[in-house]
């Protein structure tokens, strides 16, 4: 591919400046990183959107083994039990370490951590911000402590469109900037690359994840020959704000955790009858709820009146301004809810380190599958699991690479922007690929995504998305049963043993043509 610019970066390349990628960026210092981003530090990705804060056993009573059982419990029998227990071991360390960088968690009178609890957890674990600024919070102070680390150079306005690989390990990444005829290709060459690019939530039609989370991450991976596991699974959050915007804004499952209940247009609770739970039973089994009352003909309201009522500005301050903004004051009327595309438990497949299948490259995040979250993930899980794993692809790498800056000036970025996936294409995961799956969806949403990367003309940003599309497809087709967040009503019931998905794209074409289905997604050019 040819490239306008080199730039060899003597340390480590990030890619992604969420709260993943600038973790791991202040874990490697002092050893010099180099991350690339589409957006400003502190801005990109799902992280700074993320709203009920962080699940770590830090409260009087609780413990690490409690949490990891409410993760196995919420996984489905599809966990690995030893990254759980890493994970949950290690979840209070990582907190510290955000309140030793400056994190301003919510305390109690007498000092401590003010903790909040969520939807299938056995205790209040949640560490959160101003109620529901947790994610906004801890981006912005990891990206001011970056910004301050003389060891890491930040890059924004870069999109990173393909790996580079060289006598099968990965070299760098190939990233634009610019538009149109000023665009410019630049090859960021390092011998340690770690992903930090987030989900896939953009490839839905209704979303609670910023358009740039199209998956291509994760699909740039795979398209290098990265093992990929458990695709199929894709979480809906349940109480997505249903006043027609595109991303959905969220409301918080911390408003059920403080009691807030799921009504329809009648006033009539519907979860009681569902789950001995109700509202606080897992999300898949809320979301699909609040899915069937929808497809009868139901509205379903998020009414927090009585739990919450007046205190709502100050204790929920994202989710009161985003209702204000449509004219809903959630301190008396109930919030109209839907469920939306809002966590990718699968991705790059990667070990207790982050490296993945690829030598050279690692992986920290939602665009990985590490095996904690199982076929259905715990609130508040995901931004620990990108903070243990960050940390610990930080260790691994730290040993590799030498404690000098990057070599050579760096090309000024141009304008950039990115536009969102097809519409149809979204429209097609949602539709065949969401909430409730069966065969011959799942066989029109392959044939869809077929088209549309043939279509592509091997841009590789397109390539990318639909390689994501696909392998989410064709691991939905190969799991005949369901199990947490993945859904087939014509194989309603869950296997007695689970085996995790396993595929490289290669795999993926194999299974696709031997189902009848025609088109592949053609690998690095």
């Not at 609890?117 to 990891?142: K, Q, W």
């Not at 918080?252 to 403080?258: C, F, K, N, V, Y």
């Not at 609040?290 to 998020?302: D, P, W, Y």
């Not at 930080?394 to 030498?402: E, Q, T, Y």
Request: net charge neutral; proline share 5%.
């Amino acid at each position: 591919m040819r490239t306008d610019n080199i730039v060899e970066c003597q340390g480590a390349l990030i890619l992604g400046a969420g709260l993943a990628g600038l973790f791991t960026a202040l874990k490697l210092a002092p050893f010099p990183v180099t991350v690339i981003a589409g957006a400003r530090p502190g801005h990109s990705g799902s992280s700074a959107w993320a709203q009920g804060g962080i699940a770590a056993a830090v409260g009087e009573g609780d413990s690490w083994q409690a949490h990891a059982a409410d993760t196995i419990r919420a996984g489905a029998g599809a966990c690995d039990p030893t990254v759980v227990e890493l994970v949950t071991r290690e979840a209070a360390a990582r907190i510290d370490d955000l309140i030793a960088l400056g994190a301003p968690f919510d305390r109690k009178p007498d000092g401590s951590l003010a903790l909040g609890r969520e939807a299938a957890h056995s205790a209040a674990r949640i560490v959160h911000v101003t109620g529901d600024r947790a994610g906004a919070e801890v981006s912005r102070v990891l990206a001011e402590r970056a910004l301050e680390t003389p060891s890491i150079t930040l890059c924004e306005g870069f999109h990173a469109i393909e790996l580079a690989v060289e006598e099968g390990r990965v070299a760098g990444v190939f990233a634009r900037t610019g538009t149109g005829i000023d665009t410019r290709l630049v090859l960021f060459r390092s011998h340690a690359v770690i992903f930090a690019t987030g989900g896939i939530g953009a490839l839905y039609a209704a979303t609670t994840n910023p358009l740039e989370s199209r998956g291509e991450g994760f699909g740039m991976a795979a398209r290098a020959g990265a093992l990929i596991a458990d695709a199929e699974f894709v979480q809906f959050h349940p109480t997505a704000i249903a006043i027609g915007r595109d991303p959905a804004p969220l409301a918080t499952e911390a408003l059920r955790g403080e009691g807030a209940v799921l009504i329809d247009e009648t006033g009539r609770r519907f979860m009681p009858a569902v789950h001995a739970d109700a509202e606080l039973a897992p999300r898949d089994v809320v979301a699909r709820a609040i899915h069937r009352e929808i497809a009868h003909g139901h509205r379903v309201f998020l009414d927090c009146r009585a739990a919450i009522g007046a205190k709502f500005p100050r204790a929920f301050p994202t989710v009161y301004g985003a209702c204000s903004s449509a004219g809903i004051d959630p301190a008396v009327q109930p919030i109209p809810v839907a469920p939306a595309a809002h966590y990718h438990m699968g991705g790059i497949a990667t070990d207790a380190n982050g490296r993945s299948s690829l030598e050279g490259l690692w992986a920290v995040g939602e665009c990985t599958s590490t095996g904690l979250h199982g076929a259905n993930r715990l609130g508040s899980n995901s931004l620990l699991e990108a903070l243990v794993f960050g940390a610990r692809a930080a260790d691994d790498v730290g040993g590799r690479i030498a404690a000098r800056r990057s070599a050579g000036s760096l090309p000024a970025p141009l304008h950039l922007t990115t536009a969102p996936p097809p519409k149809q294409l979204r429209a097609t995961m949602t539709r065949h690929l969401g909430l409730e799956r069966d065969e011959t969806g799942i066989r029109t949403a392959l044939a869809h995504i077929g088209a549309v990367e043939r279509a592509a003309n091997g841009e590789p940003s397109l390539l990318n998305i639909t390689a994501a599309a696909r392998l989410v497809g064709v691991a939905a087709l190969a799991r005949r049963e369901s199990r947490g967040a993945h859904f087939r009503s014509d194989y309603p019931q869950a296997d007695k043993s689970f085996t995790r998905t396993l595929l490289t794209l290669t795999d993926a074409d194999k299974l696709a043509a031997d189902a009848g289905l025609h088109g592949r997604i053609r690998a690095n050019s």
